[in-house]
């Protein structure tokens, strides 16, 4: 097994990391080129894989930390509690984990498609009519993903207060989610992960 590299030792060491380190590791992890069809539809000259970024642990630990700055921020600025974190799954279950784990909220997991058997829920967790809830993104281009995991918690009596993602790539999801009456906000842009397309 090799040892990690000092930014990596620096994460899991618990030793605080910039911005530009975390923006650094997430670039080096998960940023691809060449040519791929993303969920909206459109090419793309390179693609971002959450899951080379959201299954290793000395990129989620500094994100922990910087998505409890994010809520934090948010709470106080509407002046609210906020009582749930959420997730969509896949790629946001880890990332809403570890954003519950560093801020002690409770998290809730939407399914893609609501299961047919056992409890047959499309939410996993518990929610209460009313909690204000932020939601958690891994990568958002137009937010429709985000959108659609909005209004199934919405449709549960979710009060959601914004829609953090880790990266913007800046094509069209602020204006989408915004428009929908939900702030936006991102832990990173494609141009602070280095993208030039």
Partial sequence: MTSPAPAHHAALSGTPMTRAQVAQLIADACVLRGTFTLRSGRVSNYYVDKYLFSTRPEVLVPLGTLFAHEIRRIAHEAGVTIQRLAGAELGGIPLVTVASMATGLPAVFVRNAKKDYGTAKRLEGRLNQGDHVIFIEDVATTGGQALE???VLQ???????AVIATIDRQEGARESV?????????LFTKAELGIVE
Avoid: I, P, Y
């Fill in 149 to 151: 995991a909005v209004k």
């Fill in 178 to 186: 915004t428009a929908a009456g939900v702030r936006f906000e991102a």
């Fill in 155 to 161: 449709d549960e009596g979710a009060r959601v207060l």
